[in-house]
């Protein structure tokens, strides 16, 4: 099992920057990515960024590329997700996954662990 804590949601303006953090625990040997995804009211969880645990390699969605970064720090076994540019589109519960698949993993049903989510808002 892995265990998946989120923190740094919160408000902040349209054009400004929030920064996410992913604590892994347990078993992380268990995963190979790690992902971000959001959902905002009525709509559906949808993918934000991923990473490779091994190299570093990083995958992102049209819509933040070029805006959101997505890191980790193998050695406390964190990602992060640091979001500039903000705007109120981006307003959504953020979550972090976790998935062994070594593929590129942007579907909610590859990944197998889960956080419980953190809240994002941007005022206009």
């Known amino acids: 099992q892995v265990q998946l804590v989120e923190s740094g949601g919160g408000l902040a303006q349209a054009g400004g920057s929030l920064r996410l953090s992913c604590a892994a625990s347990g078993r992380t040997s268990s995963s190979n990515i790690m992902g971000w995804f959001r959902q905002a009211p009525g709509k559906e969880r949808e993918f934000v960024a991923a990473?490779?645990?091994?190299?570093?390699?990083?995958y992102y969605a049209d819509s933040v590329k070029g805006r959101f970064t997505i890191s980790r720090d193998n050695a406390k076994t964190t990602v992060y997700l640091q979001m500039n540019s903000l705007k109120p589109e981006d307003t959504a519960v953020y979550y972090c996954?976790?998935?062994?698949?070594?593929?590129?993993?942007?579907?909610?049903?590859?990944?197998?662990?889960w956080g419980q989510g953190t809240q994002v808002t941007v005022s206009s």
């Open positions: 990473i490779r645990w091994s190299g570093g390699t990083t």
């Open positions: 996954a976790a998935t062994l698949q070594i593929g590129v993993p942007t579907f909610e049903y590859e990944y197998d662990y």
